[in-house]
């Protein structure tokens, strides 16, 4: 009788059969195991280059820049242009003249001045004589006054940079103060169901000289600040005016039930006096630059004339000689000294390069009209520099004369070599940030590379050569310091490539670490060249049956068997 036939006449066997699965199903599950294998990626002590780099970016600038002016009488005075020999993106020497102004009326100058100069020679060679002690005296008495007036001269530039100074200092406290008021943040998140009657009120007198955004957070009966200063978290007593910092000013609460974030601004733009106080400020500052120009000339002029005096002085004190003498050779001085300011002012008519280099800009044409203000061209020079920030942690590391790998955003093909020429001695702090300026001189200049391109830097802060190194992956670390895996060939169970597995764990072994670089880390003592380390761990989880072959009562392997039913 098959299994089917048995079933159907002996339904007893069907449940017997049903609970024979489920438990055996149940036992193979709860007595399977989970294997662990592990397995390492190995590397080998070897010896490296090790190539040690600090990154910034920045951007590129020229060496050197200059606004050509023409050097007239003054800032206003208009001459005309009569030649400009430039053009932009022209290569320039030194000396080279860029422009000519109108040079008619030094030209008639400095003919006079030659010929004034030729006749006091000639005058000058046919007499002779002394000098008077009266005009000894006189001589003398007017350097002293010379002397006197270059004194209150430098006395009156004092007394005006202090009155201009003071005049500037009011006129910059009367802008700053101009109607200080609170206003809702533009920005504010926070603030809800807020009306104008829950305005703050400011009072008090602006101590600071900063300007700016003072900001308010009010957080119901609490409030704190940030901006020109910052301010920790304060209790709000709307019946009393709460000290804002040091800022000198006061802030009173209407309402301590709101969230909300105001904004004071220094100066405040909306007050009514804010453009008269500051069309007052600027007119200041004006007053201030033309009063000390005119002291600066003031002394300029007293120095002149008491270089003439005491010229005049040390003539009169030769060896006696006949008056004529002494008047042929003042005349002769004279003369020399209208030479030399009469060439001076031919040679300013002509606009030359002081350094050699390349013209970025030409602002003005022929025959316009410019005065000792107007920048006619702008030389730069050929020489192209990378500017880059550094934080103070990598600017440590670096030295001027470190060679620097250069590339460029806009130029992706582009690598360039160059040298740090110089480390800004004082840095800068932004945010809690300290960071210092560097500068990279190219080796090669590039005609593709231009000012304001941006560039990546990487510096070669150090570079050791046949070292022993790993690579960094293998480092590791523990409580007391660093250590690396070791394998023995002895303890390697398989091996495929450089993964292999263990018959036990690897050997740690301590080690002193060096420089490093993206890719490896200098081994100073720990390890020697050639051993086997691990550089990586595999692991993985393999599942396996325990489980014993089920038997169903009945039933054999090959499907049959006798059962002897009732």
């Known amino acids: 009788m098959n299994i089917v036939q048995r079933v159907k006449k002996h339904p007893y066997y069907t449940a017997a059969i049903a609970i024979t699965l489920v438990g055996g199903g149940w036992y193979w599950y709860s007595h399977r195991t989970v294997a662990t294998i592990t397995q390492y990626v190995t590397a080998t002590v070897e010896k490296q280059t090790i190539i040690s780099t600090v990154s910034g970016s920045g951007q590129v600038s020229t060496l050197k820049r200059l606004d050509l002016k023409p050097q007239t009488s003054g800032t206003t005075n208009q001459v005309t242009l009569t030649s400009m020999n430039v053009v932009p993106g022209q290569i320039v020497k030194a000396g080279q003249v860029i422009a000519v102004i109108d040079n008619t009326s030094a030209m008639v100058s400095l003919e006079q001045a030659q010929a004034s100069l030729i006749s006091a020679e000639a005058n000058y060679k046919k007499i002779l004589g002394g000098t008077t002690e009266t005009d000894l005296k006189n001589a003398r008495q007017d350097v002293i006054s010379a002397e006197s007036a270059l004194q209150n001269a430098k006395t009156s530039l004092d007394t005006v940079t202090q009155q201009q100074n003071t005049a500037v200092a009011n006129s910059y406290r009367s802008l700053l103060t101009s109607g200080i008021a609170a206003t809702q943040s533009l920005w504010s998140y926070t603030s809800t169901n807020v009306t104008e009657s829950d305005k703050p009120t400011i009072t008090g007198s602006y101590a600071l000289t900063a300007s700016g955004t003072l900001q308010i957070f009010q957080q119901g009966a609490y409030f704190y600040a940030s901006g020109i200063e910052t301010i920790p978290m304060q209790k709000i007593d709307t019946r009393i005016p709460v000290a804002l910092g040091t800022t000198g000013l006061y802030v009173q609460f209407p309402n301590d039930a709101i969230s909300a974030e105001w904004d004071i601004q220094i100066p405040n733009p909306q007050a009514s006096s804010y453009v008269s106080n500051l069309i007052s400020y600027q007119s200041a500052l004006l007053s201030q630059k033309q009063a000390l120009s005119n002291a600066q000339n003031a002394i300029i002029t007293a120095q002149t004339n008491l270089q003439k005096a005491q010229d005049n002085l040390a003539l009169k004190e030769q060896p006696p000689e006949d008056s004529s003498v002494a008047t042929a050779r003042a005349q002769l001085i004279n003369a020399q000294s209208q030479l030399r300011t009469a060439q001076s002012n031919y040679s300013n008519t002509r606009i030359t390069a002081p350094f050699a280099g390349q013209i970025a ?62 480390i800004d001695l004082l840095g800068t702090v932004a945010q809690g940030v300290v960071n210092y300026s560097v500068q990279i001189s190219f080796d090669t200049q590039d005609d593709r590379v231009r000012p304001s391109m941006s560039a990546a830097a990487a510096i070669i802060t150090e570079t050791k050569t046949d070292v022993l190194a790993v690579p960094i992956s293998a480092i590791k670390s523990n409580g007391s310091g660093s250590y690396v895996d070791v394998i023995e060939d002895s303890n390697i169970a398989t091996k495929n490539g450089t993964t292999v597995t263990l018959k036990t764990s690897p050997k740690q072994q301590t080690v002193q670490v060096g420089a490093s670089d993206n890719s490896f880390t200098e081994i100073i003592s720990g390890l020697t060249e050639g051993e086997t380390i691990v550089s990586r761990t595999i692991t993985q989880a393999a599942a396996a049956s325990s489980a014993s072959s089920l038997r169903i009562p009945g039933i054999t392997g090959g499907g049959g068997g006798n059962f002897r039913g009732n």
């Open 361 to 422: 800009a030409v602002n003005s044409q022929q025959g316009d009209q410019v005065s000792g203000s107007t920048v006619i061209a702008t030389l730069i020079t050929e020489q192209k520099i990378v500017t880059v920030s550094l934080n103070e942690v990598d600017a440590a590391k670096v030295k001027v004369g470190n060679p620097v790998t250069l590339t460029f955003d806009a130029i992706p093909s582009l690598t360039l070599t160059g040298k740090v020429s110089q």
